[in-house]
């Protein structure tokens, strides 16, 4: 079965810095997509950023306006994994962050065929 394993969640303090990763198994995504979308309590889930396989060799990458300049999204395909690497961190990026994937095509909210259970990312003013 396919499983979304996050990790690396944590209580930081306003600009710092935290590397999140998420671990598939039992299907590859290496010609598919895998990002991260994140929900605050009393919001709405929302995207964060996703890898997208375009070609053979180049991943294409897609950021919210919110975090274009602090997060980078990366992916090691040998292990499956995609992590968001998450700088000067603002006491609004407090949410829960989930892992989702997508065989084929983009990935949406909507369109996401499997999600993690999430991870707690905490920033402290």
């Known amino acids: 079965q396919v499983q979304l394993v996050e990790s690396g969640g944590g209580l930081v303090q306003a600009g710092d810095s935290l590397r999140l990763s998420c671990a598939a198994s039992?299907?590859?995504?290496?010609?598919?997509?895998m990002g991260w979308f994140r929900q605050a309590p009393g919001k709405e889930r929302e995207f964060v950023a996703a890898?997208?396989?375009?070609?053979?060799?180049?991943?294409?990458?897609y950021y919210a306006d919110s975090v274009k300049a602090r997060f980078t999204i990366s992916r090691d395909n040998a292990k499956n994994t995609v992590y968001l690497q998450m700088n000067s961190l603002k006491p609004e990026d407090t949410a829960v962050y989930y892992c989702?994937?997508?065989?084929?095509?983009?990935?949406?909210?909507?369109?996401?065929?499997?999600w993690g259970q999430g991870t707690q990312v905490t920033v402290s003013s």
């Open positions: 890898s997208r396989s375009a070609t053979n060799t180049y991943y294409a990458t």
């Open positions: 039992g299907r590859s995504f290496s010609r598919g997509a």
């Open positions: 989702a994937a997508r065989g084929v095509g983009p990935l949406t909210i909507s369109s996401a065929d499997y």
